[in-house]
């Protein structure tokens, strides 16, 4: 599970991205993902909709879809420890390569890598 350092991070990182161009067809991944992520935690409607306003959710529920969801798009390991690559991937895609934007990214993911996971549910 996703420590709440972990969870404040992908906010970060997320808001970070939010004004990089995010596809159709990238939104429609996610959303595949995200579903199918609900289904396996029981997540309520109302935590999915929280992630989609880049909202945090307070329910355990909620935090085990966004780790199923970061554990299916690689960016994040089965022990809940972020992935430099698939982050990086994920930033590259976001980002559309552009080099100012990818240094922020990785200085960000860097920063996060090292985060100790631990139990917050």
């Known amino acids: 599970m996703n420590t709440f350092n972990t969870l404040l991070a992908l906010v970060g990182f997320v808001a970070f ?12 991944k996610f959303m595949v ?15 999915l909709a929280n992630l989609i306003k880049h909202n945090p ?16 798009v690689d960016t994040q390991d089965s022990n809940g420890k972020l992935k430099k690559e698939g982050s990086m991937h994920i930033a590259m895609a976001m980002t559309k390569n ?5 240094k922020i990214a990785e200085e960000i993911i860097d920063a996060c890598v090292g985060i100790a996971v631990s139990d917050d549910a």
Not at 40 to 45: L, R
Not at 57 to 72: F, H, V
């Open 17 to 28: 991205v939010q004004s990089a161009s995010i596809t159709k067809e990238m939104q429609e």
């Open 33 to 47: 993902v995200a579903k199918e992520c609900q289904g396996q935690t029981g997540a309520s409607d109302g935590d």
């Open 57 to 72: 959710t307070g329910t355990k529920e909620g935090k085990c879809m966004l780790s199923c969801i970061m554990t299916k």
């Open 98 to 102: 552009d080099p100012a934007e990818m």
